[in-house]
C-alpha cells in the first residue's frame, strides 16, 4: 500500500516518536480470571488481549487423545469490536492459521509427556487489536500457562520485527504494518535461545532479516523480564521476598 | 512465631517455570528438570529440599493422582458394574463394584450412589498411561452424606493439615467441626451452620497466604473472633 | 450446547440449608446485589465500550456503527443487532462454536431491553430514509462466568451506548457526535431455589435453581423486557417481589452509570 505518510522522519523517528528498536508500551497482569486454571492480560501499545488455559483436562474431541502426551489446543479469537471496521463473530482461516502456530509454539515447551491423554485448552482473545495481535496472544498464553501450574521447560516470549520505510524496525504498529514493505513475526525461549515461532512476509535481504531478528531477540528477553514480574507480583511477591515452602517450615 | 525474626534458612524465594536452580550436589525432584549441566524449575512454586533431592513446591496446579492418596472424588456417571468418579485431576478415575464395602448385583450401581453423591476414596493404582483407578475398600472411606464440599488447589492441602496435623487440629478445635482433607484439594465439612461458615473462613484464609509466614497466628485470631452471627 | 454438570448433592444441600436461614453462601441477602464495577471507554476500536465485574462475571461490550440500509418495514430508523458470545475462556461449560441457544437467548433478551426499552433514538439515526440509515452491533464478549449474564450484559450494553460516539466523520456523514438516548433500562434477574427467591445468582445458584425470571425496568419505573428461563414455574407474588427488586436495583444503577458516564 502507498501512503503520504512519513513513516520514519529525519531523526530516524517513528509515526509514534519510537525509535527503530523500541518496544510499544507494554502492560502484563497474570490471574485476571477466576474460572480459568490460569490467565494473563495483555495491553501492548493499543493492543489489549486475554489470555486463559484449561487443564490438563481430558482431552475433547476424544479421537484426538494422544495415548503418550497431552495435546495443546490453542484458539486464538478477535471480538468482532476489536478492528476499525466490525469483524463477524466466529473463527475465519487467519485466526485458525494463528491458532496453529501458536498451539505449535507452546507444545514446544510444556511437557506434555507428563500428561497423557489429556488436553491442555488455551484460549485468546484480542478485545482491541492494532498490529502483532499472535506475538502478544503467544507472550500472554504463555504467562496463563504458569498461572496455570502447567510445567513448562520456560516460558516464551514473542515480538515481531519488519521494515518500513527501509529501514528494519521492531514492533509494527497498524499504520506500519499496513504501509511497511515486510513483517516478522518471531518467538523465543529467552533461556535457551530456541525460536518457536516464525513467520515472514515481504521482502527483505538476508542481513535485514539477519537485523530484525536479532532486534526482536533482545525485545524479547526484555518481555520475558516483564512477564516474570507480572507472575511474581500476582503470587503477590517482591522479588526476593522470602516465603515458606511448607507447613514443616513455618509456623 | 513471630513475623520480626530473620530469616530462616528454611523460607525460600519463588521460582518460575524455566528459572536455573543453585543446586550444589542435589537430584531433581518433583517440578526439576535438567538439561544435563544445571537444573531448572518447571513449575511456578518453592524450592524445598528433602532426602537430598531438590523439589519445588508448586503454588498452583491440578492434582495429580498418587497411589495411597485419600482423595474426596464426585460421582458423574453410573454405570452397570462401575461408576466414574471426578477426583479434581485431569482423569476421572473408575471405581468397579468389587472396590466397595457392599454387595452389588450388575445393573443396581444406581441403589448405592447416584451421580453427585460424594466419596472418601482411596487412589488404588495410576498406570504408565496415567488410568487411574480408586477404592472404597478400607478403613473409614464412604460415602459423604451431609456436610459441605470446598475445593482448594491441592498445593495447598499440606498447609490446611499442618505440621504433624497441628493445623487441622487447630480448625476442629476452633469450631467443633468434622472435618476431612483430601489430597486432591476437596474438604468436607460437617458441624454447626454458623461454625461450618467460620470454618470455611479460616480455609479460605490458609489458601490465600498458604506460603507466607505468620500464618498460624492469622487464623487463630480468625478462630478466636468466633462466627459472625447470621443476619435476618 | 454443553454438558450439564451436577454441582455434588453436598453442595446442594448446603445451599438450600443457608437459604432457610436468609443468606446465601456468598455472605449475602436474598435481594442482595453482588459488587458491581463499571468502566467505560476502554476499547479504542470500537465506537463505545464497557467492561462490568458483577462479582466474578466479566463481561465485555463493543459498539461498532456502520452505514447501511434500513429494513423495509421502519424505512426511516437506524438499524440495530445484537449478538453474545460465550467464548470457552469463561467457563469450561461453554463449547467453541457458533453461538448455542444460551447465547442466542442472551443476546436477544439484551436486544429486547434496548429495544423496547427505547435506549437509542432510531429516528434520529436515519440519514435518508428508505436508502441510509446507522446500522449499531451490540456485541457482548464473556470474559468470565460466574452467573447472571442477563445482568451483566444489560448494564454494559447501557454502559456503553451512554459513552457510543457516532463515527459520521469516516464515513463522509459530518462531524461525531454523541450516540442520541432515550431512555435507560437496566435488567435485574432472580433465580427460584427450593421456594426461595435469589436476586443476582451466582454460577453454583443458577445450577440448582429451579426458575429464572429477568426484569427490565426502565427509570419511569415501567416494565419493558421480561424473560422467565429454566423448566420450573413462579407464582405471581413473587413475580411482583421481583419486579418490586427489579425497579429499585434500576434506579441505583442508574444513578451509577450516570456518574461512571460523566
New interface residues.
Given amino acids: 500500500m502507498e501512503t503520504d505518510l512519513k513513516l520514519i522522519d529525519e531523526n530516524g523517528r517513528r509515526l509514534d516518536g519510537r525509535r527503530p528498536d523500541e518496544l510499544r508500551p507494554l502492560r502484563i497482569e497474570a490471574g485476571v480470571?477466576?474460572?480459568?486454571?490460569?490467565?494473563a492480560y495483555v495491553e501492548w501499545g493499543?493492543n489489549?488481549i486475554?489470555a486463559?488455559v484449561?487443564?490438563?483436562?481430558?482431552c475433547h474431541p476424544r479421537h484426538l487423545q494422544n495415548?503418550?502426551r497431552a495435546l495443546v489446543q490453542c484458539?486464538y479469537?478477535m471480538?468482532?469490536?476489536?478492528?476499525?471496521?466490525?469483524k463477524r463473530?466466529?473463527p475465519d482461516r487467519r485466526s485458525q492459521e494463528i491458532s496453529k502456530i501458536i498451539s505449535e509454539a507452546l507444545e514446544h515447551v510444556v511437557?506434555t509427556e507428563?500428561?497423557?491423554?489429556?488436553s491442555i485448552?488455551v484460549?485468546i482473545?484480542v478485545?482491541?487489536?492494532?498490529a502483532g495481535t499472535r506475538c502478544a496472544g503467544l507472550t500472554a498464553a504463555s504467562v496463563a500457562l504458569?498461572?496455570?501450574?502447567?510445567?513448562?521447560?520456560?516460558?516464551v516470549a514473542s515480538c515481531a520485527a519488519g521494515k518500513v520505510a527501509n529501514t528494519v524496525v521492531l514492533d509494527l504498529t497498524k499504520e506500519e504494518d499496513n504501509f511497511g514493505q515486510a513483517d516478522i513475526p518471531f518467538g523465543l525461549?529467552?533461556?535457551t535461545g530456541e525460536i518457536v515461532l516464525l513467520q515472514m512476509d515481504g521482502d527483505l535481504s538476508i542481513e535485514e532479516f539477519t537485523q530484525g531478528v536479532e532486534m526482536a531477540t533482545r525485545a524479547c528477553h526484555q518481555i520475558h523480564e516483564l512477564q516474570?514480574e507480572a507472575?511474581?507480583r500476582r503470587?503477590?511477591?517482591a522479588?526476593?521476598?522470602?516465603?515458606?515452602?511448607?507447613?514443616?517450615?513455618?509456623? | 512465631?513471630s513475623e520480626t525474626a530473620p530469616?530462616?534458612p528454611?523460607?525460600?524465594?519463588?521460582v518460575?517455570?524455566?528459572e536455573a536452580l543453585e543446586a550444589k550436589g542435589l537430584r531433581p525432584g518433583a517440578?526439576v528438570?535438567s538439561d544435563g549441566r544445571q537444573l531448572?524449575a518447571?513449575?511456578?512454586g518453592?524450592?524445598?529440599v528433602r532426602n537430598n533431592a531438590l523439589h519445588i513446591?508448586?503454588?498452583?496446579?491440578?492434582y495429580?493422582p498418587v497411589p495411597g492418596d485419600e482423595v474426596i472424588g464426585k460421582i458423574i456417571d453410573v454405570m452397570s458394574s462401575s461408576w466414574l468418579v471426578d477426583i479434581h485431576s485431569?482423569?476421572?478415575a473408575p471405581l468397579h463394584t468389587d472396590e466397595v464395602p457392599w454387595r452389588v448385583e450388575f445393573g443396581e450401581t444406581h441403589k448405592f450412589m447416584q451421580v453427585g453423591d460424594a466419596i472418601l476414596c482411596r487412589v488404588a493404582s495410576v498406570d504408565e498411561?496415567?488410568r487411574v483407578r480408586v477404592t472404597m475398600q478400607d478403613y473409614g472411606l464412604r460415602k459423604l452424606q451431609g456436610g459441605l464440599l470446598v475445593e482448594i488447589?491441592h498445593?495447598k492441602v499440606?498447609?490446611v493439615?499442618?505440621?504433624n496435623g497441628?493445623?487441622i487440629g487447630l480448625l476442629k478445635t476452633g469450631t467443633q467441626c468434622r472435618i476431612i482433607v483430601g489430597q486432591n484439594g476437596r474438604i468436607w465439612l460437617d458441624g454447626e451452620l454458623d461454625h461450618v461458615l467460620l470454618a470455611v473462613q479460616a480455609i479460605r484464609l490458609i489458601e490465600a497466604e498458604a506460603?507466607?509466614?505468620?500464618?498460624?497466628?492469622k487464623v487463630k485470631a480468625l478462630l478466636a473472633a468466633g462466627p459472625a452471627p447470621t443476619p435476618r | 450446547m454443553a454438558e450439564y454438570s451436577p454441582v455434588a448433592d453436598i453442595k446442594r444441600d448446603h445451599i438450600l440449608k443457608l437459604i432457610g436461614k436468609g443468606v446465601r453462601p456468598d455472605g449475602r441477602r436474598l435481594d442482595e446485589q453482588r459488587p458491581l464495577d463499571v468502566e467505560t471507554g476502554?476499547?479504542?476500536?470500537?465506537e463505545g465500550?464497557a467492561r462490568v465485574r458483577l462479582g466474578?462475571t466479566?463481561v465485555?461490550v463493543?459498539?461498532?456503527m456502520?452505514v447501511g440500509e434500513p429494513f423495509a418495514d421502519t424505512p426511516d430508523r437506524g438499524v440495530l443487532t445484537t449478538?453474545a458470545?460465550l467464548?470457552?475462556?469463561?467457563?469450561?461449560t461453554f463449547e467453541?462454536g457458533?453461538?448455542g441457544e444460551e447465547a442466542i437467548e442472551i443476546a436477544r433478551v439484551v436486544d429486547r431491553a434496548i429495544r423496547e426499552g427505547q435506549a437509542i433514538d432510531l429516528k434520529a439515526l436515519c440519514l435518508e430514509p428508505g436508502k441510509a440509515v446507522w446500522i449499531l452491533?451490540v456485541?457482548i464478549?464473556v470474559?468470565?462466568?460466574?452467573g447472571n449474564l442477563f445482568d451483566a450484559a444489560t448494564i454494559g450494553a447501557l454502559a456503553a451506548l451512554m459513552t457510543t460516539k457516532v463515527p459520521a466523520k469516516q464515513f463522509e456523514r459530518g462531524e461525531d457526535f454523541k450516540l442520541p438516548l432515550l431512555h435507560q433500562p437496566v435488567a435485574c434477574t432472580a433465580v427460584k431455589i427450593d421456594g426461595s427467591v435469589l436476586v443476582d445468582p451466582t454460577f453454583d445458584e443458577e445450577s440448582i435453581a429451579a426458575a429464572r425470571l429477568t426484569v427490565a425496568t426502565v427509570e419511569t419505573g415501567h416494565l419493558c423486557a421480561m424473560q422467565k428461563g429454566h423448566g420450573g414455574s413462579f407464582r405471581f407474588e413473587e413475580v411482583l417481589h421481583i419486579v418490586e427488586v427489579a425497579r429499585k436495583m434500576g434506579e441505583q444503577i442508574r444513578s451509577r452509570l450516570a456518574q461512571e458516564a460523566s
Wanted: charged residues 25%; glycine residues 10%.
Fill in positions: 480470571l477466576r474460572r480459568a486454571d490460569g490467565s493499543l489489549k486475554y486463559a484449561y487443564g490438563p483436562r481430558e495415548p503418550q484458539r479469537n471480538a468482532s469490536f476489536s478492528v476499525g471496521d466490525r463473530p466466529g511437557f507428563f500428561f497423557p491423554r489429556t485448552d484460549y482473545e478485545v482491541e487489536a492494532n504458569a498461572d496455570a501450574g502447567v510445567p513448562m521447560k520456560g516460558l525461549v529467552p533461556r516474570k507472575l511474581r503470587y503477590g511477591v522479588a526476593g521476598e522470602q516465603l515458606a515452602a511448607g507447613p514443616e517450615e513455618a509456623a | 512465631m530469616a530462616r528454611a523460607a525460600r524465594e519463588l518460575l517455570p524455566g517440578g528438570f531448572y518447571s513449575v511456578l518453592i524450592r524445598s513446591v508448586p503454588l498452583v496446579g491440578r495429580i485431569p482423569y476421572p498411561v496415567k488447589p498445593s499440606p498447609r493439615i499442618g505440621k497441628s493445623m506460603h507466607r509466614l505468620g500464618l498460624t497466628e | 476502554i476499547i479504542s476500536s470500537a465500550s466474578n466479566q465485555l463493543g459498539i461498532k456502520s449478538n458470545e467464548i470457552p475462556m469463561a467457563s469450561e467453541t457458533p453461538p452491533f456485541d464478549h470474559l468470565d462466568y460466574d
